[in-house]
């Protein structure tokens, strides 16, 4: 076996490293964002660090699986709003969060979730791009 196949398959190994520490350091700065959310607004209450860590990584894998339908389903509003009734796709995963979360993760109404969801979408993009496209 050649050395540029040896390397190849070592890339792919650290790749595999580098995207699950890429995930783990994702959930880590979602949870923290969720935090930030529980201390500046009213509307949004978190038990304790873990429930966010696992709120974070409820809200991850919903936004993997279900948000991409969500936007779907949503794009003919959206468009006929002009983009402000995106973060309702936003709202529909924090309200399911809430629901699988029960007592551990509360949301309020709607109109103060509404902001919320737009606070959390911007701080976590901001987060993202300083921390977590700098670990892989």
Same mark, same amino acid.
């Given at each position: 076996?050649? $050395?540029?196949?040896?390397?190849?398959? &070592?890339? !792919? $190994? =650290?790749?595999?490293?580098? &995207?699950?520490?890429? *995930?783990?350091?994702?959930?880590? +700065? =979602?949870?923290?964002?969720?935090?930030?959310?529980?201390?500046?607004?009213?509307?949004? =209450?978190?038990? !304790? +660090? /873990?429930?966010?860590?696992?709120?974070?990584?409820?809200?991850?894998?919903?936004?993997?699986?279900?948000? %991409?339908?969500?936007? =779907? /389903?949503?794009? %003919?509003?959206?468009?006929?709003?002009?983009?402000?009734?995106? %973060?309702?796709?936003?709202?529909?995963?924090?309200?399911?969060?809430?629901?699988?979360?029960? $007592?551990? *993760?509360?949301?309020? !109404?709607?109109?103060?979730? *509404?902001?919320?969801?737009?606070?959390?979408?911007?701080?976590?993009? *901001?987060? &993202?791009?300083?921390?977590? $496209?700098?670990?892989?």
């Amino acid at each position: 076996m050649s $050395k540029a196949k040896l390397y190849k398959i &070592d890339n !792919n $190994k =650290y790749e595999k490293r580098s &995207d699950l520490l890429k *995930f783990i350091v994702g959930i880590i +700065v =979602y949870a923290v964002v969720l935090l930030i959310s529980d201390y500046l607004f009213k509307n949004i =209450y978190i038990d !304790n +660090v /873990w429930s966010a860590l696992i709120a974070a990584l409820i809200m991850s894998l919903l936004n993997y699986t279900i948000k %991409p339908l969500l936007i =779907y /389903w949503m794009l %003919p509003l959206t468009i006929i709003t002009y983009g402000i009734a995106y %973060p309702i796709v936003n709202i529909i995963i924090l309200k399911l969060c809430d629901i699988i979360m029960g $007592k551990h *993760f509360m949301i309020g !109404n709607f109109i103060s979730v *509404f902001f919320i969801a737009i606070f959390i979408s911007v701080l976590k993009m *901001f987060l &993202d791009r300083l921390i977590t $496209k700098k670990v892989g």
